[in-house]
């Protein structure tokens, strides 16, 4: 029943009710918390357009969408860019469907090129969307040991992280956002990929305080090789954002970072462990795949309004392999101060 539903605007009296909303709600996501909207406005500069579903002056819906504005990436509305989930939480499919359809009227007014919700799982549709992702993510439950967190790990995989822990390798969970940004921004541009700003690590971890975390490796030296910052939520830790230096291959530092992930996190009380999405096919995908964890394609959908095609934003899309040969070879210094300006149009 629809009746007495009205959609508005979130405004920030509602930001305690619409947490508590997400954190009852069964399909409720880290993604989906109005801390992103304090993240993205003040990191990315772009502009928030929560709408909220109410009935008798309680919430029955939410829909974190985000207004995204380049001359050369388009103008969308997403939920949520940066994010690897999204869309519509609701009470029912009648308010879920009312709240898309004002996600299309704000895009219509807007003038965007096409409104994009990054749904994790299918949904029955109304309106005009399509499926629009190459994406899978994949996940595990926690084992109650680190022997049988390990075992747990497939055969070939679960080898390179007993070698890693031959390594001589160290670790610390100590919140030092500034660390894992400088490991992380170099394991992105080798991947030809423009970096985040800096202000992005250091505003999760002040907006999310104890939800987000950081870990990073050190080799025999003391120097860092691996990193991660992690998302904790409800029982589920989410390595989210995570790479490694040159020496990390050699040293299997990144394996080591994760299997250790998964026993801070147990301890922790989590457990869940999900490995975040990947390009289907990609070095990424491979590579979690290597794990043995379950595997799920994500389901995006997006609504064309003035755009006439689906957008490619894909490294694998043809016009941008030029400037990702270029990026691999750019100085890192370089690369970071450069980096924001495009990345804030790729999440």
């Known amino acids: 029943m629809t009746q007495n539903l009205q959609i508005r605007k979130m405004n920030h009296q509602d930001m305690s009710a619409w947490d508590n909303y997400v954190d ?11 801390g992103w909207y ?35 990436f388009g103008h969308a509305l997403i ?6 989930y ?19 009227e704000l895009g219509h007014s807007l003038k965007v ?22 994406h899978a993510t994949f996940s595990s439950i926690l084992n109650e040991t680190p022997d049988q967190i390990l075992t747990d790990i497939k055969r070939k995989q679960r080898a390179v992280v007993r070698h890693s822990l031959k390594n001589s390798l160290q670790w610390d969970n100590q919140d030092n956002t500034s660390i894992c940004y400088d490991v992380y921004s170099q394991s992105v541009r080798n991947l030809g990929t423009p970096v985040f700003n800096k202000k992005l690590f250091e505003s999760l971890k002040q907006t999310f305080g104890d ?36 020496d990390a291959r050699d040293l299997k530092s990144n394996d080591y970072m994760y299997y250790q992930l998964m026993c801070i996190a147990k301890d922790k009380g989590m457990t869940k462990f999900d490995f975040g999405r990947s390009k289907k096919d990609s070095g990424s995908y491979q590579y979690k795949k290597h794990w043995g964890m379950q595997e799920d394609s994500l389901n995006y959908r997006i609504a064309l309004i003035k755009a006439k095609d689906l957008p490619n934003l894909s490294p694998n899309n043809p016009k941008y392999k030029i400037l990702i040969g270029i990026w691999k070879k750019m100085p890192l210094k370089l690369s970071r101060q450069i980096g924001p300006q495009l990345s804030k149009y790729l999440g």
């Open 38 to 72: 304090h993240v993205i406005k003040s990191v990315f500069k772009h502009k928030p357009q929560y709408l909220l579903a109410e009935q008798d002056g309680q919430i029955v819906g939410v829909l974190p969408l985000f207004e995204q504005k380049s001359n050369f």
């Open 113 to 134: 090129d096409y409104v994009e919700l990054r749904d994790k799982d299918q949904r029955p549709s109304e309106g005009p969307w399509v499926s629009h992702c190459h």
């Open 211 to 246: 939800r987000c975390e950081t870990l990073v490796i050190h080799d025999q030296e003391g120097t860092p090789v691996s990193s991660v910052l992690s998302f904790y939520y409800k029982d589920t830790v989410l390595p989210y954002y995570g790479g490694g230096t040159n």
């Open 24 to 34: 009852n709600h069964q399909d409720g996501t880290f993604f989906h918390l109005t």
């Open 79 to 84: 939920s949520t860019p940066f994010c690897v």
């Open 86 to 104: 999204g869309g519509v939480l609701a009470d029912s499919d009648a308010v879920r469907h009312k709240l898309e359809k004002s996600a299309l």
